[in-house]
């Protein structure tokens, strides 16, 4: 067993260094001239593009570039992103893409999260009554709508709540993002003082933040729910006809004692570690959500540094794509591991290399 | 089976009456697995349904959209000021407006659009006017449809034979080739597929948007193709593969080799027409996946560039782009702007999920219908 953790581990981290190995091929093609961040290529003198190159570090030999990138990487330095950079006395200023990155990460991950909590809400109870219930007609009318719920993009779904709910109804906000934490009092004064016209005030705390994510979460969650309560009800229905089942019957269980407590304990835990192997179909619907509703998360903000004014914005490209595979690797990771203690007859099967993230695409 | 073509033998076989070709007349005619196939395709109701409706959808947006701009006389791109309101508000369904791409008069605090001179002529908007630059939006949705399905078809194509070819080689040969196409399968889909996908398409975004073929695909259709069809070939790989190592020992393989048959002829004729029925019916739920791929790209900014109409960019309309996302009013936007292409793009996808899934009961032959 250890073994096998380590030869996952091991698997996991050569993946990961291909991948940044592949970024960074695509850091040193891309077609774009980066002095452009610094002066205006039009109207500078090759002197001062070759001393903006130089100030950026793209003049320097191809592996050079790598060995510094690679060494920051380990120290978990993104370095700086290009968009706001600036150099006093000879030093870079600007935003450090780690911090933009991990701010748009706990976007994405409360998106994400409560998405799967609120999916698991709806797929499980509901699940599990179909099953009870073979063949009736609720079991029929939700095989209808998964098979809906599979057709509808998310983009369509999310479009639609935003228009209808968030903004002809108004019932819910429509888009923006609250910080879990309450705003700091300077931010609301400055905004009380400076504060734009048509811009919205400054919010935080549990409340509000749960209330502009209410529209993201229900997108997100419908996308998944069907195939979720199919497979519930799969394993629901193979279970019910185990033994353990029937000789808890036979001692005279109440029959919701026998599914809450036998079955659906054991069809469960399996569903449990789906959700971590479609992180990576999470990954690409939480950025189709982002975008509609207005959520800084990571999708956005690669979005935004791909579609910015001065060029694309590499490091924080860069960063996203890694850190977004490297939470899709280490979820998968871990999903094996819990799988793996769940039922201990996997390590012996063997599941070659990465055969889990055989999922679907998003 | 040996069909005996002897004269003689027939005219005896047919005076008895019982045997033809070797085969008792009065059994069943063994049927090939395609005739099994239809047969079994035929009862399934929604199938058959959805394969109608999706020729029909293959007619309207291929050669039924010139058509029908010849009917009401204007293409996709053409705008009719007199289809929006003074205040931008883009008229409804059913709208009949004057056919011409100029306002008359120059009051800007008219309240109402001034009548045009006499003798202009009007034209048809079936479902109104797309945006404040009122072009049909109906037409629009047509020609979009027309760009999204080359899109999907075309990348599911390239997907299909890259993963036949790459498939079928880790199949047969096994061993070390096997080894490397596997492990390249298993990285390319540990990543996150959309995150890849909207990055290569806005970073390398020059030289094969140009690709049109003399015109026969519209501006960025074949990258978008080649992108998407890049980034989606390790599922009938693995389909491939799989079907490809289960049969590569079964005695007619082996038979094949006996009689000093070449590798490529076992894999073109012994092996590879095992794997087409499921692959078809892959290829067609691959179709709506890339579907959903190229709306999802295209809203996001990196596919079909306007003016080209995709369901992509239609959807996106009344919402704007990632820079500058319209701000919600209610004077100047309709709601079925995005419930057109919304419709669309769902009864598509919907359709060819269930015509997939049909082909892939029809054409397994271990299916009990």
Redesign the interface.
């Known amino acids: 067993m250890t073994g096998y953790i380590v030869r996952r581990v091991g698997v996991a981290v050569i993946l990961l260094w291909v991948l940044s190995v592949i970024t960074f091929a695509i850091y040193l093609t891309v077609p774009q001239d980066p002095a452009g961040f610094l002066v205006d290529i039009q109207h500078a003198s090759p002197a001062q593009i070759a001393h903006a190159h130089h100030l950026l570090g793209t003049d320097r030999p191809a592996l050079v570039q790598y060995g510094k990138y690679m060494g920051r990487l380990v120290h978990g330095d993104f370095g700086i992103s290009w968009a706001t950079i600036s150099f006093f006395g000879g030093s870079a200023q600007g935003s450090p893409v780690g911090r933009l990155v991990w701010q748009a990460s706990l976007v994405t991950g409360s998106l994400v999260l409560g998405g799967f909590v609120l999916l698991l809400l709806i797929a499980v109870p509901l699940g599990t009554f179909v099953a009870t219930r073979p063949r009736s007609f609720v079991d029929r009318l939700s095989l209808g709508l998964s098979v809906a719920a599979i057709s509808t993009h998310p983009l369509v779904v999310g479009l639609l709540l935003q228009l209808f709910v968030g903004n002809r109804w108004k019932l819910m906000p429509a888009s923006g993002y609250c910080t879990i934490s309450r705003p700091s009092d300077a931010a609301v004064k400055a905004f009380q003082q400076f504060g734009v016209t048509g811009a919205p005030p400054p919010c935080g705390g549990l409340g509000q933040w749960a209330w502009h994510l209410v529209l993201p979460w229900i997108t997100f969650a419908l996308f998944f729910v069907a195939l979720y309560t199919r497979i519930i009800r799969a394993r629901m229905l193979e279970v019910l006809e185990e033994p353990w089942v029937r000789t808890a019957r036979a001692k005279g269980a109440s029959e919701f004692r026998v599914v809450r407590s036998h079955a659906l304990r054991n069809a469960i835990a399996p569903v449990v570690t789906m959700t971590a192997m479609d992180a990576g179909t999470a990954i690409g619907i939480a950025m189709y959500i982002e975008t509609v509703f207005g959520l800084p998360g990571l999708g956005r903000t690669m979005i935004r540094a791909l579609a910015g004014l001065q060029g694309y914005d590499l490091p924080v490209i860069l960063a996203v794509t890694l850190v977004a595979a490297a939470a899709i690797i280490v979820l998968n990771l871990l999903a094996d591991i819990v799988l793996l203690a769940i039922d201990p007859t996997v390590a012996r099967r063997g599941r070659g290399g990465l055969s889990r993230l055989v999922g679907r695409s998003a | 089976m040996g069909r005996v073509r002897s004269g003689a033998r027939a005219e005896l076989t047919a005076s008895v009456g019982i045997v033809d070709d070797g085969v008792d007349v009065n059994a069943p005619r063994a049927q090939g697995q395609w005739a099994l196939a239809w047969r079994r395709f035929k009862r399934d109701r929604v199938a058959v349904g959805c394969a109608v409706f999706l020729l029909l959808l293959v007619f309207a947006v291929g050669p039924g959209a010139p058509l029908y701009g010849k009917l009401v006389g204007h293409g996709p791109n053409d705008f009719f000021p007199y289809a929006v309101s003074v205040g931008l508000r883009p008229a409804g369904p059913f709208t009949v407006t004057y056919a011409t791409h100029e306002v008359a008069g120059d009051d800007p605090y008219a309240l109402k659009h001034p009548p045009p001179p006499k003798g202009t002529g009007k034209t048809l908007l079936l479902l109104g006017a797309d945006s404040s630059l009122g072009r049909d939006e109906f037409m629009r949705v047509l020609y979009g449809g027309r760009v999204s399905l080359e899109v999907a078809a075309g990348a599911a194509v390239v997907a299909i034979l890259l993963g036949m070819l790459l498939g079928a080689l880790a199949g047969y040969f096994g061993g070390w080739v096997d080894a490397v196409i ?2 390249f399968t ?2 390319v ?8 996908l ?3 398409g ?3 975004s ?1 030289g094969l948007t140009r690709w049109t073929f003399h015109g026969a695909l519209n501006q960025g259709v074949f990258q978008l193709i080649v992108i998407i069809g890049a980034f ?1 070939w ?2 009938p790989a ?1 389909i491939v593969r799989a079907q490809i190592q289960s049969l590569r020992n079964r005695e007619f393989v082996e038979a094949a080799q006996m009689v000093g048959a070449r590798d490529t002829r076992i894999v073109r004729t012994h092996l590879l027409p095992h794997v087409v029925p499921p692959l078809l019916a892959y290829g067609t739920l691959l179709v ?2 890339n579907i ?2 190229e ?2 790209v295209t ?4 596919g079909i560039k306007l003016p080209t109409a995709s369901w992509g960019s239609l ?1 996106a309309q ?2 704007g ?3 500058n ?1 319209n701000p ?1 009013n ?1 004077a100047t936007t309709q ?1 079925w702007l ?2 057109c292409p ?1 419709i669309a ?2 009864l598509t ?2 359709a060819l ?2 015509f997939g899934e049909g082909l892939r009961e029809a054409t397994d032959p271990r299916s009990v219908r």
Do not use: K
């Not at chain 2, 809203?299 to 990196?302: D, E, K, P, R, W």
């Open positions: 596997s492990r298993d990285l889909m540990a990543f996150p597929l959309l995150l890849f909207v990055m290569i806005s970073l390398f020059y989606t390790f599922y693995r709506a996946t959903m791929i709306v999802g809203f996001l900014g990196a959807l009344t919402w782009s990632i820079l996302p919600y209610p709601p995005t419930l919304s793009i769902f996808v919907f999920n269930q």
